[in-house]
Structures are given as structure tokens and as C-alpha cells.
């Protein structure tokens, strides 16, 4: 696959298809070490800025590096990812044209700090958190607390 990485409209460097992708195409995969979640909130609870990916299996992720943790988020995307046999792999939603940024909603689903969006879609919800912690935030608002549980 043809990719390149350059400075993107959205968030500092981005990746970029070269030549078209068709729907369904697995992409590029997410490398990198595989951590638990709390081996990565010792390494980077004072780091604004963070390449790791969380695993379905909700204890770990992966910490990443290479073309992949250049993919952006974005609230339309026209990528998706898939954990295939223990490899997470980012596919085309629907064919990619040349030229194009390759993003992905991120759903990211914990955290303490704003997670603000910058993707620029029509029906972007401002934020990089998935739409369900989202309500679970103002749930909890609601009923006096902070986010993270713990009294407002």
C-alpha cells in the first residue's frame, strides 16, 4: 500500500493514500508493544499526547509507532480497525481516492481530560470520546459527580 505521512489539516502529521483503495482493504497494521493498561498509565500519566491503542479485551493496549499511529481520528471516517488473529489492522471503510487523509473514529472510552475534535466533518460531536462515554459523562454530571466517579 502506497502511503505517505505529511502535515494534516486535522492534527499535526497525518497518512495519506497515494493511489486508490478499494472498500474493505486492509490498510496498515497497528504495531507496537503490547502493555497493560495500567503499565501505560505509569509510563505516560503526565504525556498529553499518546499513540496507544486499546484492545478489545479492555486490559491492554498497544503502545505504537510507525505509519498507523499517524492515522487521525475523525467523526466521519473512511477507515475503520479490525482485531484480525491478535493484529489490529486499519481497512478502508469505502474506497479511498488518491490524495486522501486516512482517519478513524478513535471511540476512545476513558479519561479525565477533554479529548477535543478537530476532524471538521458536517456532524463531528467535538470529541474524540465515543458517543456512549460521552452520555456516560453527562450521566454522571447530572448526578453530581466527576467522570472518573468521584464526587463533583
Known sequence: MSVIIRQSRIHSNGCYTTEPIKRGTRIVEYVGQR????????LYDEVAETYLFGLDDGKHVIDGFGVAAFVNHSCA????????????????????????????????YDGDDDAPCFCGAKRCRGSMYSLSFLRKQAKQRANGSKPNGKPA
Open 35 to 42: 502493555i497493560t493498561k495500567e503499565e501505560a498509565d505509569e
Open 77 to 108: 471516517p473512511n477507515c475503520e480497525t479490525d482485531q484480525i488473529g491478535g493484529s489490529v489492522w486499519i481497512s478502508a471503510r469505502r474506497d479511498i481516492q488518491p490524495g486522501e487523509e486516512l482517519t478513524y473514529d478513535y471511540n476512545l
